[in-house]
């Protein structure tokens, strides 16, 4: 069984950083397509970035370009989120998702119906 145990969440001021991590444990990591997506009070869950299995391709939404960077430690099972530059709209709860055979690309215009795993999320609250 696939497992996905985000960290790395909490407060931080607007303009501040944080990263998350995402660690993975049941399956055969570099096989996955991974995934943050956040959810905000009220909203639906939105794609934020996504890596390819061999680290090298990544697909941003526009809300995160230039200011969040997804990266991948294979060895570590582990994909991270760094985000820079937080503003109080970020404010969410970030999910780590994963599906095996896609695209960082295709992981972007995925219905979350179509994601194969989650995690169970975690706080990110940007206080201005």
């Known amino acids: 069984q696939v497992q996905l145990v985000e960290s790395g969440g909490g407060l931080v001021q607007a303009g501040g950083s944080l990263r998350l991590s995402c660690a993975v444990s049941?399956?055969?990591?570099?096989?996955?397509?991974m995934g943050w997506f956040r959810q905000a009070p009220g909203k639906e869950r939105a794609f934020v970035a996504a890596?390819?299995?061999?680290?090298?391709?990544?697909y941003y939404a526009d809300s995160a370009k230039g200011r969040f960077t997804i990266s991948r430690d294979n060895a570590k099972n582990t994909v991270y989120l760094q985000m820079n530059s937080l503003k109080p709209e970020d404010t969410a709860v970030y999910y780590c998702?994963?599906?095996?055979?896609?695209?960082?690309?295709?992981?972007?215009?995925?219905?979350?119906?179509?994601?194969?795993?989650w995690g169970q999320g975690t706080q990110v609250t940007v206080s201005s």
């Open positions: 049941g399956g055969t990591f570099s096989k996955y397509t």
């Open positions: 998702a994963a599906r095996p055979y896609t695209t960082a690309q295709a992981m972007g215009a995925m219905s979350t119906g179509s994601i194969s795993y």
């Open positions: 890596i390819a299995w061999s680290a090298d391709i990544t």
